[in-house]
């Protein structure tokens, strides 16, 4: 039997605890060898939950207790876990986290200490949630030239986007609503600033580029700024308005960046409404392919976690691999990305904007008091440059192109 300990008992913790509990009998023949769960640390007390005799408020026990091989870490934040963390590989321990702030931040030191110890570090749940997007990326495209993945990476925002689009609601209102339904934290700022898909792009990029993308480089923008209006002007130009996060492979680097996109609505992207997350991969050969689930929630993170156990105990005595490096991943210029933009503006603005920008069109709305405007596809840095002379701009956005 494979001993494990839990770090933190929230949600993500409970839910490991929970996973193991429910689906004892996939777990083993996953793992091969039954996994259960021997400590939980956490600062609180849990009367009268099925595990209360096993939490310890001092994680000494868990570190010096020779049965627990495995550690999931699921407080979240850097500190202490980023000390727990690495505590417990040196201590030959594998860990497994949901962890995506650490990860961003500590993943290639975390993986490479994993290595020199030959244990294992695995944070399957840290994208995606419930989505196995790591392990496919890892396992079953590993063949394919990854040249680009886009993704709905924040289930927060994109229940805030559907709600706004569908109902024509202020943002401030559908926010409130979300954080009543516990969709939202108190403090929404990682996720409507952006901070959390850029975290977990960040992962991305350093997969599929094999060395590590500093998500602090990755530019990054909210969804603060987008309006009812905006929703309305979008589905005028056959589109609908989504939070991406992006990577895409050139001769230059790296092109990566979380920010609103214009999605035309016949892409794959369009149709992923409320909590749900979904992630398109492009390869070489095998073209695009897209994963849909459940990007938050208790059990699906918490299934992704015993997904990185079983892995574990299923290799053990060997350093599951993991293709992220140490080698700062080269990023391209962002202003050098060719695209189309989106701008919106009432009347007074139209004809400066019309003429600003070469080749572009208005799209008519009939039930907005704005007008929008797509451009013809050019530079970034050209289309800043421009933008920066023009008054009449309410908001603007990128165009997600084919």
Known sequence: MTKIAILGYGTVGGGVAHVIDENADRV????????????????????????????????????????????????????PAYDFTKQ????GKSVCTSNKELVAKHGPELVELAKKHQVSYLFEASVGGGIPILRT?????????I???????????????????????????????????GYAERD??????????????????????????????????GITKITAEDLKLARACGATVKLLGSCRQTDEGLEIMVAPFLVPTEHPLAS????????????????????????????ATASAVVAD??????????????????????????????????????????????????GSTEVPCEACDASAILTAPMKESSFLNILSGLAGVKNWMRVLDE
């Open 188 to 221: 929404p700022s990682a996720d409507i600033e952006g901070h959390d898909a850029c975290r977990k792009i960040a992962i991305l990029g350093s997969l599929m580029t094999e060395g590590y993308v500093d998500s602090e480089k990755v530019p990054t923008e």
């Open 147 to 181: 040249d680009e993945i886009a993704g709905i990476l924040n289930g927060t925002t994109n229940y805030i986007l559907t709600q706004m689009e569908e109902e024509g609601a202020a943002f401030d209102d559908v926010l409130k609503k979300a954080q009543e339904l």
């Open 137 to 145: 990326l890892e396992g079953a495209l590993k063949s394919e030239k």
């Open 28 to 79: 083993r023949a996953s793992a091969g060898d039954d996994v259960a769960v021997k400590a939980i640390l956490d600062l609180r007390d849990f009367p009268g939950d099925p595990h209360e005799s096993q939490v310890t408020h001092d994680f000494r026990t868990i570190l010096d207790d020779s049965e627990i091989r495995v550690v999931c870490e699921t407080m979240g934040g850097v500190n």
């Open 272 to 299: 992923v409404r409320g909590v749900f997350n979904a992630i398109a991969v492009h390869g070489n050969m095998l073209d695009t392919s897209m994963y849909y689930g459940r990007g938050a929630g208790r059990d």
């Open 309 to 358: 156990v079983c892995e574990i105990v299923k290799n053990a005595g060997k350093t599951v691999p993991v293709s992220m490096t140490d080698r700062p991943s080269k990023l391209a210029p962002a202003g050098d990305t060719v695209r189309r933009f989106y701008l919106r503006t009432d009347g007074s603005g139209k004809a400066e904007i019309l003429s600003a920008f070469s």
């Open 88 to 91: 417990a590989l040196e201590a």
